[in-house]
């Protein structure tokens, strides 16, 4: 469909972004009425917090310092979350799609339009015509009736979230490794590693309140490896840093692993009693020596040395990884080259020593669990296994012959909807206009869709392109709960009512269902009703949080799964004794080698592109763009590039450039550092339109988890006179 026939200034005055500096009504003083632990809304560390609740607002917040993963401390996102609740530009009500733009419409009017529309679409192109896409920041218990609506009142296997562009090349590997997929150990084991391992993560400005952990590590004693092509802010102070060249991690891992071998840094004993698979590994990196290895990455062969010097013979270490090493076509390998690390030391499963991802979205570890992806059920089943099929059809009472399949990933779900093949779209919580690549191709698609309904609380640049908007919930506007990048199911707590004429999401999507004709399997009254049937559901599963209760994690801070009974204490660490998630017992090695990316630098685009985030804003920038002092921070985005690349191309302070791939160009100030390898350009994410990133970023996807090239394309870079 055609965006709304809006100017430029209408569209802002009407839903923004419009940076908000002062909360609606003005700075309200006074005592609160009621002070709400709860947690914050952005990235997997997901901060205690509590926020202070006057006349149903929130007015401000105090710290929680008892909370035991942040202790009162929270980040620039964090102080100023409350910034979002009566934001002028919630959207309070659902609207419709009208000649003029969009329109205020009753409840009953828009979700018969949806539902009407899902119902003539699937009568005329079948069941799979219909897609949803969810969202990885949302609740545990809206993850699960997301892929429940899906499957049984859409009756649609095309169901995916946006956590498909950022966990799951390292769930992937986590599965293909261990059997299964959550962090090894809990944060307070970073501080008593002596060597930690940072690779692609950029934990300052991603994962801020974590800082402190690393910091607490350094204190101890500890050494600390940074790989990344730029000096991020914990580089600055590392013990060393090993500059990659984008797109070339795997073949950096097997180099250290090489000199580990080579010194007999390995814990042979551990290797043949817990796991399969090193001989392979063991040949494969005979060639990476540190001198091939470094004409591959553009690490010093000295420096790749040192590395192992300081794994190799460690007392006690971990590895700790995020999207740096993930957004490739290429992530799943990339993981499972670093975990052959830590395997190869067998230092995993204690105090101290082991493994984690770095989780980038605020439910990123539970809303990956719960049945939201196109190849999962819920409990972390897999819907291409008999008998996980059989066994959530009959909890849920429906025929398994009726259960949908495996369908489209995200990234997929956007081509076959490019393709034709998908007409009509139900989305909530997820901007794939923004944080999908090459995004004018995402654009035109959305223009194709014969109907989209779009749940959400602010008016996304994906939602423009809706047929009908439903108006749906803050976090901090409902109950629920979420699991934390450690593993940790933590309790959210509801402080104020939705603003104006809108929902809570998990009543929208229960409503939309009775009118599909599935009421009966959605007759839940709150959200605990939501939570004890996703608990029953993921009883036996891999993923077991059939113990938990909103009572028992609300006294408890916080339980760790798997979780299999109430009198379980849950399970703060994985894997002790080296007892691996198998079905042998064992840890798996894999043996992959070093692959170029997919669109490599050459004469025509010869500098590395690659993109991030920063400390301000969070993912697509929906909530973040809307805070008036986080916009300040870092009002619009800027492209980084060396000292000597500036001097080459005849660029100064000051200057606009244009960064041009195969797929377009943007245009943004430039911003000269000496924290940024010499051959590569580094453009954040967060903003939408002409300074999208997304607009030159790589859509090729990694053929196991699917994830898009986002590290690293071919690039040029010019002077705008």
Known sequence: MALLNLTESEYIDRYGPTPLYTPEGGWVSGEPDNLVKTHCCFCGVQCGIQLKVKENKVIGFEPWEEFPVNKG??????????????????????????????????????????????????????????????????????????????????????????????????????????????????????????????????????????????????????????????????????????PVRPGRDSALAHG?????????????????????????????????????????????????????????????????HARGIEHHTKGVENVLSYINLVLATGRIGKPGSGYGTITGQGNGQGGREHGQRCNQLPGGRDINNTEHRKYIANFWGVKESELPGEGLTACEIINSIEAGEIKALVSISFNPLVSIPDSERTRAALEKLEHFTAIDFFLSETARHADVILAGSLQEEDEGTVTTGEGRCVRLRNSVSPAGNARLDWHIIRDLAIRLGAGEYFNHKNAEDIFLELTAASAGGPIDYSGMSYDRIEREMGIFWPCPATDHPGTLRLFEKGKFAHPDGRAKFHAFPYRPPDEDVDRDFPIFFTSGRVVSQYLSGTQTRRIGSLV??????????????????????????????????????????????????????????????????????????????????????????
Not at 265 to 291: C, M, S
Not at 705 to 712: G, L, N
Request: charged share 25%; net charge positive.
């Open 73 to 242: 401390k929270l980040c620039p996102k964090g102080v100023k979350r409350y910034m979002q609740n009566e934001h002028p530009d919630r959207i309070k009500g659902p609207l419709l799609r009208s000649d003029a733009g969009f329109r205020e419409a009753s409840w009953d009017e828009a979700l018969d339009k949806t539902v009407s529309e899902i119902k003539r679409v699937q009568q005329t192109y079948g069941k799979d015509a219909v897609a949803f896409l969810g969202g990885a920041s949302m609740t545990n218990e809206k993850a699960y009736l997301n892929g429940k609506f899906a499957r049984v009142a859409l009756g649609t296997k095309n169901i995916d979230y946006n956590g498909r562009l950022c966990m799951v090349s390292a769930g992937a590997a986590n599965k293909l490794a261990f059997g299964i997929d959550r962090c090894a150990n809990p944060w307070e084991d970073i501080p008593k590693a002596k060597v930690l391992i940072l690779a692609g993560t950029n934990i300052a400005e991603c994962f801020p309140i974590l800082t402190d952990y690393i910091w607490r590590a350094r204190d101890n004693g500890a050494k600390i490896i940074v790989i990344d092509p730029r000096i991020t802010p914990i580089a600055r102070t590392a013990d060393l840093y090993l």
């Open 256 to 320: 250290i692993l090489h000199v580990m071998i080579e010194r007999g840094w390995i814990d042979a004993k551990f290797i043949n009693q817990h796991t399969n698979g090193f001989n392979e590994v063991r040949e494969l990196v005979k060639k990476y020596t540190p001198n091939y290895t470094e004409k591959i990455t553009g690490v010093p062969a000295k420096s790749i040395i040192s590395a192992a010097e300081l794994w190799g013979p460690a007392e006690t270490s971990m590895l700790l």
């Open 632 to 721: 300040e921070q870092y009002p619009e985005p800027l492209c980084e590039l060396h000292p000597l690349l500036a001097e080459r191309l005849g660029i100064t302070k000051g200057d606009i450039v244009r960064v041009s791939t195969r797929r377009g160009h943007i245009k943004v100030p430039v911003q000269i550092v000496q924290s940024i390898r010499p051959d590569t350009v580094f453009i954040p994410y967060h903003w939408p339109g002409k300074k999208a990133a997304n607009r030159i970023t790589n859509r090729a996807l990694d053929p196991i988890s699917k994830i898009p090239e986002f590290k690293v394309c071919a690039c040029k870079v010019e002077k705008v006179n």
